[in-house]
């Protein structure tokens, strides 16, 4: 893939993370939101599936991309606790756990800015 190629996927995983969060924060607030649009495994929602096939493939050995699954897995971790205190309709805790997974989620596009930046600056065009 080419280096304009790599860094539309990279755009295209975040925004699928953007949208994943937005329907968690939906259910915090107490829509009724479809499981699959938000899946408590990392693997299973959009931005994972990317992650762990054509992402992986093209930069699983670079360590910024390393970075990035360690605070993704923390993220449905949270995710999965925040799941569990919904079902139990511990609203207050929920809130609490909601305020965690968006700063985890922050963190996660900050470190996925910095692996555009460093798909930018790769000597290669082509990954």
């Not at 096939?53 to 999965?80: M, N, P, R, S, T």
């Amino acid at each position: 893939m080419t280096k304009q190629e790599a860094l539309s996927q990279v755009r295209h995983a975040k925004s699928a993370h953007i949208r994943w969060r937005a329907y968690v924060q939906a259910m915090v607030a107490g829509l009724e939101i479809e499981e699959a649009r938000a899946p408590v495994h990392h693997k299973d929602c959009d931005f994972g599936q990317w992650f762990y096939d054509k992402g992986f493939k093209a930069f699983g050995h670079w360590q910024i991309y390393q970075d990035v699954e360690y605070g993704h897995e923390l993220l449905h971790e949270v995710y999965q606790l925040l799941h569990r205190v919904l079902g139990e309709g511990d609203q207050t805790r929920a809130a609490m756990i909601m305020a965690q997974l968006v700063g985890i989620s922050h963190s996660l596009l900050a470190a996925l800015e910095l692996l555009e930046e460093e798909i930018r600056q790769a000597a290669t065009e082509h990954f």
